[in-house]
């Protein structure tokens, strides 16, 4: 039970198993794409982490909900703090997408992956002191 658990950990990482590669029917490209190194292994592993995954849920929220609560609940005053929380989100994001192309077995250049860069940069409409840049006064 506890080896199927470990094996299927192990194969949902891109880990090769030694049985894998006794096939010799694989040629070289595809071994290649299945041997990771270690530290993109871990790096998958704590990409998938709870408290990764929990911290990430929170920012999104604030992407999601933290312009309309700043133009309900705030005055003028706290835009450049919302901006900067904004930043900071987009900076979050962006860290995000990179570990997981590195990580992630398929993520980069897939559907998932030009969703989260799109939303990615939508940030930056909601950021003015960048917008300004962008479109002027």
Same mark, same amino acid.
């Given at each position: ?8 950990? &192990? &194969? ?22 299945? &041997?990771?190194?270690? !530290? ?9 982490? !709870? ?9 999104? #929220?604030?992407?999601?909900? =933290?312009?309309?609560?700043? #133009? ?17 989100? #987009?900076?979050?994001?962006? #860290? ?7 990580? &992630?077995? =398929? ?6 992956? !030009? ?15 960048? !917008? ?6």
């Amino acid at each position: 039970m506890i080896k199927t658990k470990t094996l299927a950990k &192990q &194969q949902s990482f891109g880990v090769v198993t030694p049985e894998e590669n006794v096939d010799g029917d694989e040629d070289d490209d595809e071994k290649k794409k299945k &041997q990771r190194p270690y !530290w993109v292994i871990k790096l998958g592993k704590f990409m998938n982490h !709870w408290s990764v995954t929990t911290i990430m849920t929170l920012v999104t #929220l604030f992407a999601l909900f =933290g312009d309309d609560i700043k #133009l309900a609940f705030f005055t003028k005053e706290v835009d450049s703090t919302f901006d900067n929380m904004t930043f900071v989100c #987009l900076i979050l994001f962006s #860290l995000e997408i990179t570990l997981n192309a590195i990580s &992630q077995v =398929g993520y980069f250049n897939s559907f998932y992956f !030009w969703l989260d860069v799109i939303s990615t940069l939508s940030l930056i409409t909601d950021i003015s002191w960048i !917008w300004v840049q962008i479109v002027g006064d």
